[in-house]
C-alpha cells in the first residue's frame, strides 16, 4: 500500500493553498531544491567539464527513462527522457510513419493537444502533399482506424475534458490494421496505471512536469517498443543520439535503441529536479493512486453539483471514463477561476468556458476536496467572479 501521508510531506505547497492543478505543474518535491542546489555547486561548480563523466549526467536520459518506464509499463531500457513534449511527438511521429512507408494518412482526434496537432502539420510539410492528417471526434477514432491509416496519435486523456480513452483496446485495433501507434501520456504518466507493453503500444512519449512533478520545464520521455527500437529513426538525428558521439564522424549512425531517440546535450540541473521527484514515486504504486484519485475526484463532483449552481460537468460522469481531472463548464468560468485562485484554491482555465481541476493524491486528502469545494461554493453564490480585476485575461490561464 502507498503511504500518501509520506508521500504528502514530500511537497513544499505553500501555507493556505490547495493545488488542483498538479495536471498543469505539479507542486515542488522538498528535497528538488537540495539537489539542484549540489548539482550546482558541488557537481557543475566542483567537476566542471569532468561531471560528464564523474557525476553520471550522461548517462541521466536513460537512467531517468527507466525509472519513468516502471511507471508506465514500459520495459527496462526503452524509454529515454530529454527535450519537450512537442518535440518528442515529432521524433515518435517521423519514425512511426516510416515504419509504415505505403500509408499516407495520420490519424487523430479534435480532443488532442493542439502542439501534437501542430507537430503532424509541421511533419507532413516535409513529408509532401499526399500525406494527411485526419481528425476525427474522441468517440469516433475506433471506427476511423482502417487499413488506409499509417499511425494514429493520440493523448490517452483529453487535456479539457478529462476524457480517457481505452488504450487497450483501440491499440489492439491498430495492430489488426497494421496501423503504427504513437500515445501520448501527457495527462497518464503518474496520474493513471499505464500498462505499454502489456497492451503492445509502439510508441509513447510524454512530459514530467505534469503529474509527475519534475518542475518546469522538465524534460519530456519517449518510449520505443522493442519490435521497432533497432529500426526506428529519430528524424532529429542529433550526435548524442549518435552510435558513438565522441568519434565524430561526419556521418549519422543511429545508436542502440532508444537512446538514438537523444538529440543534444541533455538539461542536467533541471533533469536533477526531475530526479528528486522520481525518488518519491519509488514507493507509489499507480493502482492506489488511481483509486484515490477516483474518491477525490468523485467527492469534488458531488460537492460542486450540491453547492455551485452553474456549473455544468463537462466530463464524462463515469470515473473509469476519465483520467485525473474534472472540468466544469461555467459562463463565467475564467472570472470565477481567478477568484478561486485569490482564494487559495488553485485550477485553471481552458478556453472558452472550462474549470478545470486536477486531483493528484500524492499530496491531496478529502479535507482539501472539501475545502475547495466550499471557496468554489462562495466563488459563486456570491458572485466574486463579477470583481473587475478577475475578468482580465492573463497570458497564461
Ligand atoms: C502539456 C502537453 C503538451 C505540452 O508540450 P510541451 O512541448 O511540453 O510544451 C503537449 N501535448 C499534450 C497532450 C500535453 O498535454
Not at 363 to 380: H, K, M, P
Amino acid at each position: 500500500m502507498t503511504d500518501f501521508s509520506a508521500t504528502r510531506a514530500a511537497f513544499h505547497i505553500p501555507d493556505g493553498v490547495i493545488y488542483l492543478d498538479g495536471n498543469s505543474l505539479g507542486p515542488l518535491p522538498k528535497t528538488a531544491a537540495r539537489r539542484v542546489s549540489e548539482v550546482v555547486t558541488q557537481e557543475w561548480g566542483d567537476h566542471l567539464i569532468k561531471g560528464w563523466n564523474d557525476c553520471g549526467w550522461m548517462d541521466m536520459p536513460m537512467r531517468l527513462g527507466d525509472r519513468i518506464g516502471r511507471l508506465i509499463g514500459a520495459e527496462p531500457g526503452h524509454v529515454v527522457v530529454g527535450d519537450t513534449l512537442s518535440i518528442k511527438v515529432f521524433q515518435a511521429l517521423a519514425a512511426a510513419i516510416k515504419l509504415n512507408p505505403d500509408r499516407r494518412v495520420i490519424l487523430s482526434d479534435t480532443g488532442n493537444f493542439p502542439s501534437d496537432l501542430y507537430m503532424a502539420e509541421g511533419l507532413i510539410s516535409l513529408l509532401g502533399p499526399d500525406y494527411d492528417l485526419r481528425l476525427v471526434a474522441p468517440e469516433d477514432v475506433s471506427a476511423a482506424i482502417t487499413e488506409e491509416i499509417a499511425v494514429t496519435l493520440i493523448t490517452e486523456v483529453d487535456y479539457r475534458t478529462g476524457r480517457k480513452h481505452d488504450m487497450a483496446a483501440l491499440t489492439k485495433k491498430a495492430r489488426a490494421h497494421g496501423v503504427v501507434t504513437v500515445w501520448d501520456l501527457a495527462h497518464s504518466a503518474g496520474a493513471i496505471p499505464v500498462d505499454l507493453r502489456g497492451v503492445g503500444a509502439d510508441f509513447a512519449v510524454g512530459c514530467t512536469y505534469k503529474y509527475l512533478n519534475g518542475g518546469p520545464g522538465a524534460p519530456a520521455f519517449i518510449y520505443v517498443s522493442p519490435d521497432h527500437a533497432e529500426k526506428a529513426l529519430p528524424a532529429l538525428s542529433g550526435w548524442l543520439g549518435h552510435d558513438s558521439p565522441f568519434a565524430f564522424d561526419l556521418g549519422y549512425r543511429a545508436g542502440a535503441g532508444v537512446s538514438r531517440m537523444r538529440v543534444g546535450t541533455p538539461p542536467i540541473v533541471q533533469m536533477a529536479a526531475l530526479e528528486a521527484a522520481l525518488d518519491i514515486w519509488d514507493g507509489v504504486d499507480l493502482q492506489d493512486v488511481r483509486n484515490r484519485s477516483i474518491d477525490l475526484s468523485e467527492r469534488f463532483v458531488a460537492g460542486v453539483e450540491a453547492h455551485c449552481p452553474g456549473l455544468v460537468l463537462a466530463s464524462p460522469r463515469d470515473p473509469a471514463q476519465r483520467g485525473s481531472q474534472v472540468s466544469f463548464r461555467f459562463e463565467h468560468g475564467y472570472a470565477a477561476m481567478q477568484a478561486l485562485i485569490a482564494n487559495g484554491v488553485i485550477g485553471d482555465f481552458r478556453a472558452p468556458d472550462m474549470m478545470r481541476f486536477g486531483f493528484a493524491p500524492l499530496y491531496l486528502d478529502e479535507d482539501d476536496i472539501d475545502a475547495a469545494v466550499d471557496t468554489l461554493r462562495r466563488v459563486i453564490t456570491d458572485r466574486l467572479w463579477e470583481t473587475p480585476e478577475f475578468q482580465r485575461k492573463k497570458a497564461v490561464t
